[in-house]
């Protein structure tokens, strides 16, 4: 391979992981997602110039605290990506605010299409994730504390004080999209073989029927960011 050939992958290499790391770029200064239009095409049709407002850009959600009396596992997730906020589109940021009663449990999921780092508002949390060699990466962070979760990556959140904390999120896409580990393979549409979770688990199939059952319905209080 010539000098000039090896110059442009190196250029290449440097150049291209920063890109594939997070939302495509945008194209033109601002692409306010039309929520209403049923055209998607890796993200959200542009709404008219004409019809944008301050609104589009605004979002008071994060502020208030989340109400986890009523959840399973004792967390609420307050999301701000680009469905609460239109502006986000194509700008490739997004954040969440996640609520943990005492002992509030943020249970494995993982973010398919950004990097999540998460910052301490209020309390102690017990954080973790597992790289794809099984080894678990965790760590205790209190108020003021960051912490990252890879891309795509298994990862948790435990409050592990005895009073309520807070912690806000910030990912590198306008949707960084979430999969809950357990409601994923048990509380599925159309449902996961029996067969294919008494297997994966080594556990019987009423084992199986119970943890169904305490999975589904979801509670709509307790889904993460999307």
């Given amino acids: 391979m010539g000098k000039s050939s090896l110059l442009v992958c190196f250029s290449l290499f440097l150049v291209l992981p920063p890109c594939l790391a997070a939302d495509p770029d945008l194209l033109q200064d601002i692409c306010v997602a039309d929520l ?8 959200f049709a542009c709404k008219p110039a004409a019809s944008i407002t301050e609104a589009d850009f605004f979002f008071r959600g994060l502020a208030v605290p989340g109400d986890t009396t009523n959840t399973t596992t ?4 307050t999301a ?6 239109p502006g986000l589109n194509t ?7 996640v609520d943990f009663a005492p002992g509030g449990l943020n249970p494995p999921h993982t973010h398919p299409r950004a990097t999540e780092i998460v910052f301490v508002l209020d309390g102690t949390l017990d954080v973790g994730f597992l790289t794809t060699a099984n080894k678990m990466v965790a760590e205790t962070i209190t108020k003021g504390d960051v912490f990252v ?5 298994v990862h948790f959140q435990k409050n592990s004080g005895a009073v309520p904390a807070a912690s806000i999120s910030a990912f590198n896409s306008q949707l960084p ?23 994966a688990f080594q ?3 009423k084992e199986v029927e119970k943890i169904k059952s305490r ?6 209080a307790e889904e993460a960011v999307n």
């Fill in 36 to 43: 209403s239009s049923n055209v998607k095409l890796n993200g």
């Fill in 74 to 77: 004792g967390y609420l997730v």
């Fill in 80 to 85: 701000a990506n680009v469905e609460k906020i």
């Fill in 91 to 97: 700008l490739g940021v997004s954040f969440s605010r």
């Fill in 149 to 153: 979760f890879p891309r795509g990556l």
């Fill in 177 to 199: 999209g979430t999969q809950s580990i357990a409601a994923t393979l048990f509380a599925a549409s159309p449902p996961v073989p029996d067969h294919v979770l008494t297997e």
């Fill in 203 to 205: 556990i019987g199939t």
């Fill in 215 to 220: 999975l589904a319905p979801k509670k709509a």
